[in-house]
């Protein structure tokens, strides 16, 4: 099963008591990324996911600098203000699992466990995170929705990803994200879209800072590559990327960063939206496919029925983005100055949406 979310009813502690599989793992293997590309370190994870060796454990540690992380099935436009994150600098970035969408800075550690199918132990794996911040001074919980909770609040979301016989499990470890921009980039009032994507689900969440004021990244690291050792019961060894690997990986970043991957799943969804002009008021309800619009229809009731009635014609086909929409509508062109006009708010309209 590929990009498949796998659940657990309830919530229970998690701990390095917790039963160790039967099949045994007999090499570890850390890694952490050096750079905050997000395009980069996915990139790095299917390729060490396709290149994790038989009986070997991978722990890969890295983080992004202001970025939105989707699932695979989700719909970028409900699950993030594209736009809003564009315009700050930030990133869009869909990864290869399943689940919700989740923020990253540098206030949040994100970890990978890559092994294959015959080793792959969530449970393991998790006490390898409960371990660490046992360590720390922390004691955690999971929940059903595939979260770890500290105090009842989710600080860690997991979700997990198989190809063939190659398995990982991946979460955030939330520090001190900063939640005013979380909850920016991922609150979407989007009452209009329908859309068959899977949706995030929202919890209440904490940042492990609460709790201990003077935690580091680095304690973190630490401590994780202590606890990965002690859970497995052997000895860790480091590893650095060499230049053919790196140059294989900058490959499929492209592909990480195109648009194909981000906007153009095969994720059908409707978006309408209405403003009133002094010339009329009017509705445009968009038809979405692969991240272009198949079919746009416009409704108003503007005196100037030529220009509406033109308008579907500028929109069918055009990525669905407001710079593309823009740049399309600005070929108009008409000898009536009103319905110049008429288009100029438009488009001016269409620059103010939040796509």
């Known amino acids: 099963m590929i990009g498949s979310d796998k659940r657990v009813s309830g919530r229970t502690r998690v701990g390095k008591k917790l039963k160790r599989g039967t ?39 890295w983080q992004n600098q202001n970025t939105v992380v989707i699932g695979r099935n989700q719909n970028a436009w409900k699950e993030c203000r594209t736009e809003q994150l564009e315009r700050d600098g930030g990133h869009l970035a869909r990864r290869l699992s399943g689940g919700g969408a989740v923020y ?85 009032s989007r009452e ?50 060499d230049d053919r690997e790196k140059k294989e990986i900058e490959s499929r970043a492209e592909y990480f960063r195109s648009w194909e991957w981000l906007y153009g799943r095969k994720i059908p969804f409707q978006h309408e939206i209405t403003r009133k002009f002094p010339w009329g008021e009017v509705t445009i309800r968009f038809q979405v496919e692969n991240g272009k619009i198949k079919d746009a229809a416009v409704y108003s009731d503007a005196l100037k029925t030529g220009l509406i009635e033109a308008l579907p014609n500028y929109l069918n086909g055009v990525r669905f983005s407001s710079r593309s929409i823009c740049i399309e509508l600005g070929l108009y062109w008409s000898e009536d100055p009103e319905e110049e006009k008429m288009m100029k708010d438009l488009i001016e309209w269409m620059k103010e949406e939040e796509w």
Do not use: W
């Not at 199918?117 to 995170?129: A, P, T």
């Open 104 to 188: 990253h800075d540098l206030g949040n550690l994100n970890f990978t466990f890559l092994v294959s199918g015959e080793y792959y132990d969530v449970k393991r794996q998790l006490s390898v995170i409960a371990g660490a911040l046992e360590h720390l001074g922390l004691h955690i919980e999971a929940s059903g929705r595939n979260d770890l909770l500290i105090d009842g609040k989710k600080f860690s979301g997991n979700a997990f990803y198989r190809h063939g016989e190659h398995c990982y499990h991946h979460g955030t470890i939330m520090l001190d994200v900063d939640k005013e921009k979380l909850g920016s980039y991922l609150t979407v």
């Open 23 to 61: 099949v045994m793992v007999t090499k570890l293997t850390y890694i952490e990324s050096n750079q905050v590309n997000p395009y980069k370190n996915l990139a790095v994870e299917e390729y060490l996911l396709l290149h994790c060796e038989d009986k070997e454990c991978i722990l890969y540690l």
């Open 192 to 241: 209009k879209l329908k859309s068959k994507g899977v949706d995030s689900v929202r919890s209440r969440v904490a940042n492990l800072r609460t709790y201990l004021p003077d935690l580091t990244i680095d304690d973190l690291k630490y401590a994780l590559r202590q606890a990965f050792g002690e859970v497995y019961g052997l000895p860790v060894q480091e590893r650095k990327l």
